[in-house]
């Protein structure tokens, strides 16, 4: 009987070995569709303010955040943490996607079990791509404490979910990668420590390491890339205040941003011959915003250089960038480019989730855009 019972358990555990590796048993839910007949699976989201969903709310140091009244006024679930009024460019994307859900938030705990399997975000307002670019705001989480959540906490619980290893269902996710922009305005611009480098030193070591981080991924099993661009840093309204402009934007910050997304897209040429089976679609939100503001009339805006939210000043113990809690806002969000001192509206999201989806312009999503990049085999 002993005997009986422990060689079954033998049978069964050789089978599981045996299935493990190729999982044909159980990868079957991971297929290239999902039930509402989109190509990818879920979405893993990485990076800054600009695509984070809340996971600020959960960190108790964190001057960044966005959880109350005004941000999320024109969201359905009110004010969650996002940086904006309504939805962020990743929320588009799930529509675009017509994936079946919103991106749960890393740092919730209700971020467990089946909830994980269409993604997770990671991304936290204030980081950056360097450890100590948010150092500024409090407690925030570094692009490298992002990929070590992933790697170390839900990459094995997606396993476990999907009962498939992790090269098998990534393919089936997009990746996407939001961030930069702080590692200027918080790090390169303000820190007197960096006054000796170069500007084309500090964006070579951006890059540089943003590289690495992309290929960590890729060696996680990930397949499928989006990277933001960083936006005209030098027309947020924060950046405008008091200083000289041209065009209605500070040139300096522009010139860094600039430069970044050159060597961002450049980077995607290069990393793509690195990293064997993936491909990597750069969107230019700069362009995109930039665009917006040299002309906002013929892009259906009102107004692309005042916050539509009241802004806590510095001399009211804010920083000029983020809204004043339970302040005044514009009654038309959607005539409005900025939100409060740094973040686009949702109609401005609206205008770069499309593009990044559709355009067909090389100089707006290169060298293709999602929704190429999705339905190709590789
Ligand atoms: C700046 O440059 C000086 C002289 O080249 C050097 O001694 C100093 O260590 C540098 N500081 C930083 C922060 O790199
Ligand atoms: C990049 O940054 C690291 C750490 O700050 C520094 O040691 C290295 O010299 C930098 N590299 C370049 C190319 O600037
Ligand atoms: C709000 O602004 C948009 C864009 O400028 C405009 O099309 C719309 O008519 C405005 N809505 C109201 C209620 O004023």
């Known amino acids: 009987m002993a005997a009986t019972s ?8 050789l089978s599981l070995l045996a299935c493990f590796p190729f999982c044909s048993c159980h990868c079957s839910s991971v297929s290239n569709k999902n039930a509402e007949g989109g190509m990818m699976k879920g979405m893993f989201v990485f990076g800054s303010s600009l695509v984070d969903n809340g996971n600020n709310n959960f ?3 964190s001057l960044a955040r966005a959880d109350y009244l005004p941000y999320g006024i024109d969201f359905p679930l009110g004010p969650s943490g996002r940086f904006t009024n309504g939805r962020n460019v990743i929320d588009l994307l799930v529509g675009h996607l017509k994936l079946p859900s919103l ?10 079990g089946s909830k994980i399997v269409h993604g997770v975000n990671f991304a936290s307002g204030a980081s950056g791509i360097l450890d100590d670019t948010g150092s500024l705001a409090g407690h925030v989480i570094n692009l490298n404490q992002q990929i070590r959540n992933f790697e170390e906490i839900t990459l094995p619980e997606l396993e476990t ?11 089936n996710y997009l990746f996407v990668v939001g961030t930069g922009g702080n590692d200027y305005s918080f790090n390169y611009f303000l820190r007197s420590s960096n006054k000796n480098v170069s500007l084309e030193i500090f964006t070579a070591n951006l890059t540089a390491s943003l590289s690495r981080q992309l290929k960590k991924l890729h060696n996680l099993g990930a397949r499928k890339f989006v990277a933001m661009s960083v936006n005209p840093l030098g027309c947020s309204p924060v950046v405008r205040m008091n ?3 041209h065009n209605g934007c500070v040139q300096s910050m522009n010139r860094a941003a600039h430069l970044f997304n050159s060597h961002l897209k ?5 990393i793509r011959a690195e990293m064997p089976g993936s491909s990597l679609v750069f969107v230019n939100s700069y362009k995109i915003i930039r665009d917006i503001i040299k002309n906002p009339i013929s892009k259906g805006f009102k107004d692309s250089s005042t916050t539509c939210c009241e802004v806590a000043s510095i ?3 804010g920083n000029g960038i983020l809204c004043k809690r339970g302040g005044e806002v514009c009654a038309n969000r959607s005539s409005h480019v900025f939100f409060d001192g740094l973040h686009p509206t949702e109609a401005v999201n609206v205008q770069i989730a499309t593009k990044a989806y559709v355009s067909s312009l090389k100089t707006e999503v290169y060298p293709t855009n999602i929704a190429r990049m999705t339905k190709s085999k590789i």
């Open 6 to 13: 422990s060689s079954g358990l033998f049978f069964l555990a």
């Open 59 to 61: 960190l108790p140091n």
């Open 103 to 112: 991106i749960p938030a890393f740092a919730d705990p209700k971020t467990r």
């Open 161 to 171: 979910q999907l009962g498939c290893r992790s090269h098998q269902s990534l393919p």
């Open 243 to 245: 200083r000289p402009t």
């Open 266 to 270: 450049s980077l995607v040429d290069v």
């Open 315 to 317: 001399s009211e113990g």
